[in-house]
């Protein structure tokens, strides 16, 4: 991808913006010149916040969600419902459960789903605090909305090992979502009638 006519900044630029998912060599090129026609206060703004990205953001102690601080905006908000824990893949899953706006409660990002067969084990996601830090907080429910997939469904199951004998209700996202389906991908309005269905897989 490049384009001997245009200067080298510009084609070091598209370059790094033909990285970024879903754009292709064309689009790189129109977002580079975009930049560019957007005046230097915009693309300082832009350098700004690319340079600042790595020093600024970090994980949650908690939830493992990205954070700012050594808490997420989710879990130092203290209008949050802390007897409700959702335990979710990634990030993005998260962000479409709150897209949905259905749910007031906590999280746990996992960092994955387990796969045995790609060499992912218990010890590569943060499942080691899942059961410390329910022990902690002690929630009402616990709802586990990892993917409806065989991995998303392998791990719903070892979470639901790990928490047997404890008193609390365990449910899962299930409902509405279709076989194989990211939640990342579906709309508001589905994630939140497979939230508002959720179905009970026994207490812990
Ligand atoms: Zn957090």
């Known amino acids: 991808m490049s384009d001997a006519s245009l200067p080298p900044a510009l084609e070091r630029l598209a370059r790094l913006l033909g990285r970024l998912p879903g754009v292709g060599e064309r689009s790189a090129h129109r977002l580079a010149l975009f930049v ?40 130092a908000d203290p209008h949050r419902d802390p007897a409700l824990l959702c335990v979710v893949e990634d990030v993005p899953d998260l962000l479409a459960i709150e897209r949905s706006g259905e749910y007031r409660g906590l999280y746990h990002v996992l960092g994955g789903a387990l796969a045995p067969l790609r060499g992912v084990g ?18 009402a429910e616990v709802i586990v909305a990892t993917s409806i997939s065989v991995e998303g469904e392998a791990t719903a199951s070892y979470v639901q090992g790990q928490l047997r004998g404890r008193e609390l209700r365990l449910s899962r996202i299930a409902s509405g979502v279709p076989q194989g389906a990211e939640l ?4 508001g309005a589905t994630v939140g009638r497979a939230l508002r269905a959720r179905t009970s ?3 812990g």
């Open 36 to 75: 560019l026609s957007q005046g230097p206060q915009y693309a300082q703004g832009l350098g700004a916040a690319l340079h600042e990205l790595h020093d600024l953001v970090r994980f949650c102690e908690a939830c493992h969600h990205f954070a700012q601080a050594d808490r997420c905006a989710i879990c």
């Open 122 to 139: 218990p010890r590569d996601l943060h499942l080691d605090d899942l059961v410390p830090r329910i022990d902690a907080l002690q929630p």
């Open 184 to 187: 990342e991908y579906l709309d």
């Open 201 to 203: 897989f026994g207490r």
